[in-house]
């Protein structure tokens, strides 16, 4: 048998795995021996002890390996060698290895991402989300969904976390809901599951101002996280089929929330639900002006608490008093009735009731002037520059993208006063070109959870006896909620 023949039957042998386990790591393919008798060792070749007795000098001696019992084990460079040293005298030989070319190992830190936020919560938020859109890139995308997949969840728990722990806590444990349907919801709305992991993982999310209790945005803008109970959570999954079967249907036009992810953090044995959904305002252009819209005049005035505030959330009483329209086109608000009409009666149907519009508006004109009092800084502002003190700059009308969800528009050319992405900023309409002021438009359905049980019938029978039966009082019947709430905003267009 010739040497070359030797060597691709010895190269057979160890991919038998008969008594070797082999795997593969980022440099070479590293054998460990599982049989820890020394029978057919696929690098050494084994000789009896006299063999090796009167073979070279006294240097080429000491250069022999150690003998173990009968057999001295050579490596397979040493066995090579001496093969061909003597196979003129010998004759032909069985070499068990091919001579191979051995590395120093090398263990290296591996590189893991900093996950720092002031809350240990949102820490370990941010690492979850980086964790499970990881593992989930290695699961191939099934064809179809399954109803397993709408209660599926997958879980992590992790003990002596001794990395970062100046950021992680120590113990924690991170649940994902429904992760298959969540990232097919991802999909029909455009984000990209890097994108996502970006936003979310790249920088803590933050707090912003006139923002109410549990509510985040994501570092850039794009996302909105916000804090929900478990009884949200068990809603969450008792609609999610249908949610998910009314977003194929309208390919992901709606104006119901974009739901991309639902979470569950444990720290120090106390649970954090967490839903993910898309920002229905923009991530540069600044809201001035906001709207909560039930078509209920019950109730419905923003308190002087809230209206002292940078950014006060006034409702219907304030809508209808400050004499505010929404200026859009004919065509335009025919595709918004035309959304709203259809997400309203999917509502109906699941019996869902309380929900909002959402109206942001974004005075053009005003963040033109705001921009040129930014770009005119006095002699005092340079001496705070200099000094460190000055605040950072907020993203207005011409701010930059950062990476992420937004992150692709770097490449192309900074848009202009009132521009966006229809694509980003899904919830967006302009205004039209004959309205009084240039203005931009953010309107999306919120607080779709609420459905219509024992407490929203007992909340109703309440208001009844205290306004009448005839008030408009905002817990009604799901059906009655539609019919008001569709009449009333089909008045709020000029």
Same mark, same amino acid.
């Given at each position: 048998m010739t040497? %070359?023949?030797?060597a691709?039957?010895? +190269?057979?042998?160890?991919?038998?795995?008969?008594s070797?386990?082999?795997?593969?790591?980022?440099?070479?393919?590293q054998?460990?021996?599982?049989?820890?008798k020394?029978r057919?060792?696929p690098?050494?070749i084994?000789?009896?002890?006299?063999?090796g007795?009167?073979?070279?000098s006294?240097?080429? *001696?000491?250069?022999?390996p150690r003998?173990?019992?009968c057999y001295?084990?050579?490596?397979?460079s040493q066995?090579? @060698?001496r093969?061909m040293?003597s196979h003129s005298?010998?004759?032909?030989?069985v070499m068990l290895?091919?001579k191979t070319?051995t590395k120093k190992k090398?263990?290296?830190q591996?590189k893991v991402?900093?996950f720092?936020?002031?809350?240990?919560v949102l820490?370990?938020?941010?690492?979850?989300?980086?964790?499970?859109?990881n593992?989930?890139?290695?699961v191939?995308?099934p064809?179809?969904?399954?109803?397993?997949?709408?209660?599926a969840n997958t879980?992590?728990?992790?003990?002596?976390?001794?990395?970062?722990?100046?950021?992680?806590?120590g113990?924690f444990?991170?649940?994902?809901?429904?992760p298959q349907?969540f990232?097919?919801?991802?999909?029909r709305?455009?984000?990209? !599951? +890097?994108?996502y992991?970006?936003?979310?993982t790249?920088?803590?999310?933050v707090?912003?101002?006139?923002?109410?209790?549990? +509510?985040?945005t994501?570092y850039?803008?794009?996302?909105?996280?916000?804090?929900?109970?478990s009884?949200?959570?068990? !809603?969450?999954?008792?609609?999610?089929?249908?949610y998910?079967?009314h977003i194929v249907?309208?390919h992901g @036009?709606?104006? %119901?929330p974009?739901?991309?992810?639902m979470?569950?953090v444990?720290?120090?044995?106390?649970d954090?639900y +967490?839903?993910v959904m898309?920002?229905m305002?923009?991530?540069?252009?600044?809201?001035?002006?906001?709207y909560?819209?039930k078509?209920?005049l019950?109730?419905r005035?923003?308190?002087?608490?809230?209206k002292?505030? =940078?950014?006060?959330?006034f409702k219907d009483?304030?809508?209808?008093?400050?004499?505010? *329209?929404v200026?859009?086109?004919?065509?335009q608000?025919?595709?918004i009735?035309? *959304?709203l009409?259809?997400?309203v009666?999917?509502l109906?149907?699941l019996k869902?009731?309380d929900? @909002?519009?959402l %109206?942001?508006?974004h005075?053009?004109?005003?963040? =033109?002037?705001?921009e040129e009092?930014?770009?005119?800084?006095?002699?005092?502002?340079e001496?705070?520059? =200099?000094n460190?003190?000055?605040p950072?700059?907020?993203?207005?009308?011409?701010?930059t @993208?950062?990476e992420?969800i937004?992150?692709?528009?770097?490449?192309f050319k900074p %848009?202009?006063?009132?521009?966006?992405?229809p694509?980003?900023d899904v919830y967006?309409v302009?205004?039209?070109?004959?309205?009084?002021?240039?203005?931009v438009?953010?309107?999306?359905?919120i !607080?779709?959870?609420?459905q219509?049980?024992?407490?929203?019938?007992a909340a109703h029978?309440?208001?009844t006896?205290?306004?009448?039966a005839?008030?408009?009082i905002?817990t009604v019947h799901?059906e009655?909620y539609? *019919?008001r709430f569709?009449?009333?905003?089909s008045t709020?267009?000029a």
């Open positions: 040497i %070359l023949a030797c691709e039957h010895c +190269l057979a042998w160890r991919h038998q795995g008969e070797h386990t082999i795997w593969e790591t980022n440099t070479h393919v054998p460990i021996l599982t049989n820890p020394p057919s060792m690098t050494a084994k000789l009896p002890q006299s063999c007795s009167g073979m070279g006294e240097k080429e *001696k000491q250069r022999q003998e173990t019992g001295s084990f050579l490596t397979a066995a090579g @060698s093969m040293a005298s010998t004759g032909p030989m290895a091919p070319k090398h263990f290296v591996q991402k900093v720092r936020a002031s809350d240990p820490s370990v938020f941010m690492w979850g989300v980086n964790h499970s859109i593992d989930l890139n290695q191939p995308v064809v179809m969904l399954l109803p397993d997949d709408f209660k879980k992590i728990k992790v003990n002596n976390h001794l990395f970062n722990k100046e950021n992680l806590p113990h444990k991170f649940k994902e809901y429904c349907v990232r097919n919801l991802r999909e709305f455009g984000i990209e !599951d +890097l994108d992991q970006v936003s979310l790249r920088s803590p999310p707090k912003g101002e006139g923002q109410g209790e549990g +509510l985040f994501s850039d803008r794009t996302l909105v996280i916000k804090q929900i109970s009884e949200d959570v068990a !809603d969450m999954h008792s609609i999610l089929s249908e998910h079967q249907k309208c @036009s709606t104006l %119901l974009q739901f991309l992810g979470y569950r444990s720290v120090e044995s106390e954090t +967490l839903i898309r920002n305002f923009s991530h540069r252009l600044v809201v001035h002006r906001k909560d819209l078509g209920s019950v109730s005035e923003a308190s002087d608490k809230e002292v505030k =940078e950014l006060p959330t009483v304030d809508f209808r008093n400050n004499m505010q *329209k200026y859009v086109t004919e065509e608000k025919e595709k009735m035309e *959304k009409n259809r997400d009666e999917f109906v149907k869902i009731m929900y @909002s519009l %109206l942001g508006i005075d053009v004109g005003r963040a =033109e002037r705001e009092e930014a770009e005119e800084p006095s002699c005092e502002d001496g705070e520059a =200099e460190g003190l000055n950072a700059p907020q993203v207005g009308s011409f701010g @993208s950062p992420g937004a992150g692709y528009m770097n490449s %848009l202009g006063p009132g521009e966006f992405d694509y980003v967006a302009k205004s039209a070109p004959g309205a009084p002021q240039r203005e438009y953010f309107m999306g359905l !607080d779709v959870l609420t219509y049980d024992t407490k929203k019938k029978a309440a208001k006896v205290k306004h009448g005839g008030a408009e905002s799901p009655q539609a *019919k569709r009449d009333f905003i709020i267009f």
